[in-house]
């Protein structure tokens, strides 16, 4: 298993549906930590995994505390906008863990001091956005992340 996509609190459904698809599509695992601002079994989930959902391995927590005591020997980064340097940065290792928070507003402050040395962002070149889709992010990252790990 090459990666492990983690998701802090997702609140949108279809983001979390495609990242799941996304996570099949590159044999990665899918870490879902709650709460989550839909339901597991909302349609919009399975519409946007389609059928697909049966087949991910996925991991679901508690909480952001029960994720990080089951993961604490794991090595993880962080992906924020107010990370310094870049994904093409990350020194990318079968079985790291990619941790992105949720959609509107990102990595919990604290998590982001914490862990200030593993953050990273995805470049913008326009300053009238703060920020790209989830779902977009995270598939930007694993692909890099198959692209140096050379998984395909």
Do not use: C
Not at 55 to 65: A, Q, S
Not at 113 to 122: A, V
Not at 141 to 146: M, Q
Request: no cysteine; hydrophobic share 40%.
């Amino acid at each position: 298993m090459p990666l492990n996509i983690v998701l802090i609190e997702p609140e949108i459904p279809n983001n979390t549906g495609n990242i799941g698809r996304l996570a099949l599509a590159t044999d990665s695992r899918l870490h879902l930590v709650k709460p989550f601002g839909f339901e597991i079994d909302d349609k919009r989930l399975k519409r946007a995994g389609l059928d697909y959902w049966q087949h991910l391995d996925v991991v679901y927590y508690d909480n952001v505390e029960a994720f990080f005591t089951q993961n604490k020997y794991a090595k993880m980064v962080f992906l924020s906008s107010h990370g310094t340097k870049t994904h093409w940065d990350i020194e990318f290792k079968d079985d790291l863990f990619l941790v992105f928070g949720k959609e509107s507003v990102g990595l919990p402050k604290p998590l982001q001091e914490k862990h200030k040395d593993q953050l990273f962002k995805i470049p913008l070149y326009s300053e009238s956005i703060r920020s790209l889709n989830l779902a977009n992010a995270v598939s930007i990252v694993v692909y890099e992340g198959l692209r140096n790990l050379r998984a395909f």
